[in-house]
Structures are given as C-alpha cells and as structure tokens.
C-alpha cells in the first residue's frame, strides 16, 4: 500500500486565487511529520512547511498552510493568492520516528504538478 | 542553507560501466539519503546512512551500492550501468536539531545509453 497518495497528477489555478494540493497518507505510527516541498521546473527540491503530528494547529508559513486532518490522514496543501511563480511540481512526504530503525527516511508522494495561469 | 553539493551535475554513460555519484556537505550532519526520480514515480529512496560507515538500503536499492568514509561525502555507485538507471538523483540531508526542512542538493541526471 502506498504511504503517500496525491490523487492530482496535475492542478490549474488563476493567479490570485487559492489552491489545494491534496495528500493522504497512511501509517499506523502514532509519531510521524509531513512536508510538502515545491519542484520548479529548474529542478530543485525547496522545502515549503512541515506539520508533526503532535502539533495542536496547522502549520502555516507565509502563504502556505497545512490543512491537516488527523482522524481522516490528510495533509493538504494550501496555497493562498496564487502567483505565477508557484507553477510547479508539489510533492508531499512522511517520516516516521517510532517504527524501528525508520532513520528519519522521508516517502514521497508521486506529485501534483500545478499551473498558474494569468 | 546547508552546505550540500552533488556532482557530476550531468553525466551520460553507456550500459554496463561503473559509475559514481558524489553527495558533500559542508554542515557535519549524521544523515545523508540518495533517491532517484523519475517521471510517475516521485522521488524513491535508494540507500541511506546515518553515521560513518553505517548504511542501509532503500526501497529501489538493487544494482546500486554506497559508501561513506567520512562525514561529509556519501557516495552512489552504480556497479553497472543498466538503461533503467536513468534518472535524475538526488542527495539529501536531514537538519539538526530545530530545523525542519531536509535539504537537497541540486540533482544529478544521469543518462544511460
């Protein structure tokens, strides 16, 4: 089963507007953190916010927040006030700290691939 | 930013040489990640370390080895290049203490030919 499902391969939004990047996951530790990191299409991988799943609040972090759903393993994206620099592969990951030897390994999603048009 | 580079950033080799990818940081963290990406399948840990000479594998491990001899290089071998190889890689590292965010360096695209 995979850990980390992104059901989007690929999203279109107006600038300006909001979006959101969905993200499942599925692990049966009960402490575990979740990334979302953005791919522009020059390649690097850029860390946008992390969610732990402790945390009483979603994380927020300028105009991304982690809309982050416990019970129902979801751990969505959002992006406020799209711009056309946000164009880009998102991908979402999982670490898992109490499964033995996890060593702090991230899974990844398969990605969603958001266009921002003008 | 932690100091991570990768190189060669590019390289195209024909099928069944050895190649060698290398992975230095500058930061003196324990853990150190390769994954491979490719189009459909995001991006699949192959080989992991998390101290000096101590490794494990990943979830795509076969026909790949590693080696790390000192706390900042963490080297990817391909024994023996198959085209299925093909494919960009990336090096990661974890943060220390109070920083969330993995950082990777800028990739490595690997063709086999």
């Known amino acids: 089963a995979q850990k980390i499902t992104q059901t989007q391969p690929g999203m279109f939004v107006q600038e300006k507007e909001a979006v959101t990047l969905d993200c499942t996951y599925d692990t049966s530790d009960p402490s575990y953190g979740l990334f979302w990191y953005k791919q522009p299409s020059s390649g690097e991988m850029i860390f946008l916010i992390y969610?732990?799943?402790?945390?009483?609040q979603n994380a927020t972090e300028g105009r991304y927040s982690l809309n982050f759903q416990k019970a129902r393993k979801s751990a969505n994206l959002v992006i406020s006030a799209s711009q056309l620099g946000d164009s880009a592969m998102y991908f979402c990951a999982m670490r898992e700290e109490n499964s033995g030897g996890s060593n702090y390994k991230l899974t990844f999603g398969k990605g969603t691939l958001l266009t921002v048009n003008p | 930013d932690a100091g991570i580079t990768q190189s060669p950033r590019h390289k195209v080799t024909e099928t069944g040489t050895p190649v060698t990818l290398r992975c230095h940081q500058t930061?003196?963290?324990?853990?150190m990640y390769w994954y491979r990406q490719d189009p459909g399948h995001g991006l699949r840990l192959i080989h992991y370390?998390?101290?000096?000479?101590?490794?494990d594998k990943g979830e795509v491990s076969d026909g790949y080895s590693v080696s790390r001899s000192k706390t900042e290089d963490f080297l990817l071998t391909l024994e023996s290049a198959t085209s299925s190889q093909t494919s960009v890689y990336f090096c990661?590292?974890?943060?220390?203490?109070?920083?969330?965010?993995?950082?990777f360096g800028s990739g490595t695209r690997l063709t086999v030919v």
């Open positions: 930061e003196n963290h324990r853990y």
């Open positions: 969610q732990g799943s402790y945390d009483q």
């Open positions: 990661a590292i974890r943060p220390g203490t109070g920083n969330y965010g993995y950082t």
């Open positions: 370390s998390y101290g000096v000479k101590d490794t």
